[in-house]
């Protein structure tokens, strides 16, 4: 089993910054790609970015050129950089993590979510 603990979400102007971070516990070294995720109020859960052991990382399209995912192995630990953050950025986090390399599919761990507020 893996244990996924989210923490950094908050309140922030449009504009500002927030650091969120995935640590992990248990099983890790069975874990191919680690992912963010969000959910805005009333709308699908959706991916935001992933990145896989050996690096390479893949962001959604709404958030390139804002977000930056990274990891810190030593600390088993994924962060999501977000910048230039917008009111349409406003969600509930999640962290997930998963047994392959695909970054799309079932993920089989998940951690309990963080809220990040944008405000205009």
């Not at 890790?28 to 992912?35: D, E, F, K, P, Q």
């Not at 994924?78 to 799309?104: G, H, I």
Request: charged share 20%; with cysteine; hydrophobic share 30%.
């Amino acid at each position: 089993q893996v244990q996924l603990v989210e923490s950094g979400g908050g309140l922030v102007q449009a504009g500002g910054s927030l650091r969120l971070s995935c640590a992990a516990s248990g099983r890790t070294s069975g874990t191919y790609v680690t992912a963010w995720f969000r959910q805005a109020p009333g709308k699908e859960r959706e991916f935001v970015a992933g990145i896989r052991n050996g690096g390479s990382t893949y962001h959604a399209d709404s958030v390139k050129g804002r977000f930056t995912i990274s990891r810190d192995n030593a600390k088993s630990t994924v962060y999501l950089q977000m910048n230039s953050l917008k009111p349409e950025d406003t969600a509930d986090y999640y962290c997930a993590a998963k047994s392959s390399n695909a970054w799309d599919g079932a993920y089989d761990y998940w951690g309990q979510g963080t809220q990040v507020t944008v405000s205009s």
